[in-house]
Structures are given as C-alpha cells and as structure tokens.
C-alpha cells in the first residue's frame, strides 16, 4: 500500500513561512482534495511530497522512507505529479509530451510497444487523441492542462498528485477529469490534489485537508471539514453549506439559500 507520512513538516522562503508543522497521513485508496485560500501553503505542500521542494523542516516519508533519500527514477515510477502548467520551448506534439510520462521505463531512445499501448490509453481517456498530432505550444490551456494530465495517466504510478488539474478547463472536462479521478481512486490509487472549487472537492473527495496560512486548519470526510462556520473563518466568506445528492454536502456563497 501506497503511504505519505508527514511529521512537522515546514518550509520557508527567506524569512516567509509557508507551511509550519504539518503531520497528516496519506494512503492509498482514495482521493484526498487539499483546499484553503491562496497563500495557505498547498502548492507547497503537494511540492513537498512530490519530491520537488528539498529544503523542508520535519519529516515527510514516503512508503517508510523519506522523499529527498529516494532516486528520481525509483520515485518516478510510483509517485507522477500534475503541475498547474508545463512550459516547453521546443515544438513537441501533443502526444510526444504524453510519451515524456514513459520516461521512467525508458533505457534507452526508444519506446516499447508498452510505452504507445498506455499513451494510447491516457490520451483515451483524457479527451485528447484529436489533438495528438499538434503542436504543444499552441494549444489553449485547457487542452494543456488535459495532455499533463495523460502524461501522468502515463506513467502508470499507484499515487498521482496533481495541482490544480482542471485550472483552464471548461466546464464539462473538470466534471470528467474529477469522475476519472474518482474511478481511479475506486480502483485503488492514491489520489491527492489541489483545488479552489469547494463543490468539487465536496462532491468527489473522500477526504479534505484544509489548509490556512501554512497550517492544518481541518482534515477530514467532506461533511465534517465544510461547515459554514470552518469556511467563514478560512476563506472568510459567507456561505451555507447544504445536504447535496449521495449525501455529499453543497456549498451556496453569500448566504444565497436565505434569500430564496
């Protein structure tokens, strides 16, 4: 089983603190949405266990062993990470960066039949085989965010972490991105991502950490962590947080409910 323990974890930039004794577990299966104002620290954190950001205080281990102590390959091939935007000079095609996701299996130049079989298949199911032939650079964000994602479908890895998956997304692909994210976690992944939209979080995740000003403000099943009262004190906004469908609790801004 797939496992992160973070004991006292912290991290500063100069003399700003943005994470200050975070200790929380993580393990697999299931998806865990991280949530809180800007400048609470999540970027951060996912950072940290993605093995990005070494100058951490504390201890953060990843199945028993710290994450600075493990090889890039070794980590690569269990933990894929989903950044908020990938940035690339050179006139990749869409589903040459889908294949960069193949790289921890590679030993050589050349890709395998298993490579093309499992780009095949992230791209299926990213919604982005129409666009596999064009050039990276000059496709709107939304359809970047959807080919990051397929590169770390790619990489076949029991944990994903992902910052702000459906940042640029319509609508209907944030929808489908989080169903698949359910399915995978369902199936047995350890699922863990950043997100702004409350609603979402509610109605897929089967756990929120909430963070505020580098700290563990809340953690736990949506209905415990979303109340008005925990929202009104982090994100300092007044809302009402009603019974939703499956028993998943929804969110009204401004104390809209009141009013209708």
């Known amino acids: ?22 200790s929380i577990e993580f393990s697999a299966p299931g998806l865990t949405a991280i949530i809180g104002p800007n400048g609470a620290g999540k970027s951060t954190l996912l950072s940290v266990m993605a093995g990005l950001l070494t100058g951490y205080r504390g201890q953060c281990l990843f199945n028993g062993r710290e994450v600075r102590s493990w ?4 980590f690569t091939r269990l933990v894929s990470f989903v950044p908020q935007r990938l940035r690339l000079e050179f006139p990749f095609t869409a589903e040459q960066v ?8 590679c030993d050589g130049l050349f890709e395998a039949p ?8 992230a791209m299926m199911m990213t919604d982005t085989l129409e666009f596999r032939s064009r050039d990276f650079r000059f496709l709107s964000g939304g359809e970047r965010q959807r080919v990051i994602l397929a590169a770390a479908l790619a990489q076949t890895t029991p944990v994903l972490l992902l910052d702000e998956p459906t940042t640029f997304l319509d609508l209907r692909h944030q929808v489908s991105i989080y169903a698949l994210l359910r399915q995978l976690a369902s199936a047995g992944r350890l ?4 997100t702004h939209d409350l609603n979402l979080a509610a109605a897929y995740a089967d756990r929120v950490i909430m963070l505020r000003k580098g700290r563990l403000a809340a953690a736990g ?34 104390g809209e409910s009141r009013h209708t």
């Open 98 to 105: 889908v294949m960069m996701g193949r790289s921890p299996y």
């Open 221 to 254: 099943p949506p209905s415990e962590v979303l109340s008005s009262e925990r929202i009104r004190s982090v994100f300092e906004v007044e809302a009402d947080v009603l019974p939703g469908p499956h028993g998943k609790p929804w969110i009204l801004y401004g």
């Open 1 to 22: 089983m797939s496992a992160f323990s973070l004991s006292n974890v912290g991290m500063s930039y100069g003399r700003s603190e943005v994470l200050s004794d975070i």
């Open 191 to 194: 699922v863990i991502t950043v």
């Open 71 to 74: 090889s890039r390959k070794s």
């Open 114 to 121: 298993d490579d093309h079989v499992e780009v095949e298949k």
